[in-house]
C-alpha cells in the first residue's frame, strides 16, 4: 500500500524469524519492491536470492525483467537478462526439471524483449525433450520471430517429434 518502509520491516522481520528465506518468499518481495518502484532494492534483494537460492526458478528474474520491460527500460532489461544469460542458472534448471511452461514463459519475456534466439529455442527443446513431451508448432515460431534452426535445433526436432504432443500454451 505504497509503504516501503512497511514492506522492509515485515522483511526484516521475516529473516529473523527464519533462518533461509524461500524463493515464493523472495519473488513476493522482489514484486512488492517493483510495485512500490523500488527497483535498487529489488536488484540488490535478486543478487541476495542469486547467491542462496539452488532452484534457479524462472519466476525470480522474470519479475524484474518484465518490470523493466513493462516500463520501457530496455536499456535496463537487456543488462538484466545479459546477467541472466551469463548466470545461465535460468534456462539451465528449467531445462533439467523439464519446466516446459516456465521455458515457455521465459521464452515470451525474452521475445517482448526482442532477445530470443537459436539458443533459447533450443533451450525450449531440450526442456520438452527433458519432459518427455512433443512442443507444437516450434519450427514456425521459430521462423516467426526470425530465428535460424541449427544442427541442434534439427536434432531435438526430430527427437520430441517423436514423443508425445503437449498442450497448446497461451503463450504461444
Known sequence: MADKDGVHR?????????????????????S??????????????????????????????NILLAAYINGDQMEKAENFYQRIVEKGEVFKKL????????????????????????????????AYANAGKM???????MEKDNVPPDEETHELIKLTSKMCISEVSGSL
Open 10 to 30: 515485515i522483511w526484516k522481520k521475516m529473516k529473523s524469524s527464519f533462518r533461509k528465506m524461500n524463493d515464493a518468499e523472495y519473488t513476493c518481495m522482489i
Open 32 to 61: 512488492s519492491l517493483v510495485k512500490l518502484g523500488d527497483f535498487e532494492e529489488a536488484e540488490k534483494l535478486y543478487s541476495e536470492w542469486e547467491s542462496v537460492s539452488g532452484t534457479g526458478d524462472a519466476r525470480v528474474p
Open 95 to 126: 531445462e533439467e526439471l523439464g519446466d516446459t511452461e516456465g521455458v515457455e514463459k521465459l521464452l515470451v519475456v525474452l521475445r517482448n524483449a526482442g532477445h530470443v534466439s537459436t539458443k533459447v529455442y533450443n533451450s525450449l527443446l531440450r
Open 135 to 141: 512442443p507444437l508448432i516450434v519450427a514456425d515460431r
